[in-house]
């Protein structure tokens, strides 16, 4: 059965895919997702190669307000399994939070995860990662 969560998980995702394409760069899904949900490969504006530079990419989609949302930006949770995964890699990740059906979206910094403003969250087992203003 294709669950309501898995289809709003697939149109954040496609609604990635179309912006990283609308700005002149590949988007490559994961066929396994291991807390990263695809990649983008650099291409030189100028010349139109690929750079062999990849960002590693996950996207959260929702259809309704984030938790912790607000006008100035808003937070989120992480496994502390995903944090661990994403600063153990050698390649720049970039978290992405969607709500496709208004086109609205952020990104963190791709530059690097331990640049992020993140604290641990009080249960202990996640860490929270705050995030810029919304962006359209």
């Given amino acids: 059965q ?10 954040g995702h496609t609604f990635v895919a179309r912006i ?8 490559h899904d994961r066929r396994v997702d291991h807390g990263i949900d695809g990649e983008i490969e ?4 100028a010349t139109h190669q690929p750079l062999n530079r990849l960002v590693l990419v996950q996207s959260k989609a929702s259809n309704s307000p984030f938790p912790g949302e607000t006008d100035s930006g808003f937070h989120f949770l992480i496994s502390n399994d995903d944090h661990e995964y994403w ?9 992405t939070q969607s709500m496709a059906s208004s086109g609205r979206w952020v990104r963190t910094s791709a530059t690097s995860v331990s640049a992020w403003t993140m604290s641990p969250s009080d249960d202990g087992r996640t860490t929270r990662i705050a995030l810029t203003p919304w962006s359209r």
């Fill in 2 to 11: 294709y669950s309501p969560n898995q289809q709003i998980g697939d149109e």
């Fill in 20 to 27: 990283v394409t609308a700005l002149g760069q590949t988007w």
């Fill in 42 to 45: 650099l291409i030189d504006p």
């Fill in 87 to 95: 600063t153990n890699g050698t390649n720049p990740v970039s978290a």
